[in-house]
């Protein structure tokens, strides 16, 4: 069965410069969650959107952006970037957002800031 | 703020052995709450997934049950193998349709 697709799956970018990363949702899922984990934490929610809408923010910084598209995949945008913000970015994507619907996780972007 | 806590944070048995895995939080209004394996670097594996009616989920050697009204939940692995070393995470899935995930407890399964 078709997963969620995350690319790239590792990433190495300065500090100050800019990184992409992309989440493709599983097939007819319309709603898509970014989450962060730094070095031995757990994931923390960032952001998610349900039909190409925001619906809900969480510890997301000014310096992010995120959006999703028309064919429902997203991009996490990220400037400025700090070393803390090493990390691995988890999408994740499910079918509706009415709550209590399962979240399928992908492989996750491993982001390294140097 | 919902606080989920994982006990213990790190446990090494002996292959075969059944264990239990535990799992608090302080806010009993979720819709669901999740079990997830996670071998060291790599992605969220979803274990089971016990929605906010239910009281208990099996899939093969493992049992997942919940208490709301005591705010735990936990996960059960029954006789132990080598590949079951990883971090398992609970996570809660509340309003806002965002998890809230547990520290986590690394288990190590030694043959």
């Known amino acids: 069965a078709a997963g969620v697709i995350q690319s790239p799956r590792h990433l190495i970018k300065e500090k100050r410069e800019t990184a992409t990363l992309k989440c493709y949702p599983i097939?007819?899922?319309?709603?898509v969650y970014w989450y962060q984990q730094g070095p031995g934490q757990d994931p923390q929610f960032l952001i998610s959107?349900?039909?190409?809408?925001?619906?809900d923010k969480g510890s997301i910084p000014d310096r992010f952006s995120a959006q999703q598209f028309s064919d429902y995949h997203s991009e996490l945008n990220m400037s400025s970037l700090e070393l803390g913000d090493s990390a691995l970015y988890f999408c994740?994507?499910?079918?509706?957002?009415?709550?209590?619907?399962?979240?399928?996780f992908g492989p996750g972007t491993r982001l390294t800031v140097l | 703020k919902q606080e989920v806590t994982q006990i213990p944070a790190a446990l090494s048995v002996p292959e075969g052995e059944n264990l239990v895995l535990n799992c608090s939080f302080t806010d009993s209004a979720i819709y669901n709450l999740q079990w997830f394996r996670q071998d060291p670097g790599k992605g969220l594996t979803s274990l089971l997934l016990i929605q906010s009616s239910q009281r208990e989920q099996t899939s093969g050697r493992l049992n997942a049950s919940l208490d709301k009204s005591s705010g735990r939940s936990t996960l059960y692995i029954a006789a132990s193998q080598p590949g079951d070393s990883a971090t398992y995470l609970c996570a809660l899935l509340r309003a806002g349709n965002m998890l809230t995930f547990g520290g986590g407890t690394r288990l190590m399964v030694k043959p």
């Open positions: 959107f349900y039909e190409k809408m925001q619906s």
């Open positions: 994740a994507s499910s079918l509706g957002s009415g709550g209590g619907d399962t979240q399928y």
């Open positions: 097939p007819r899922h319309d709603t």
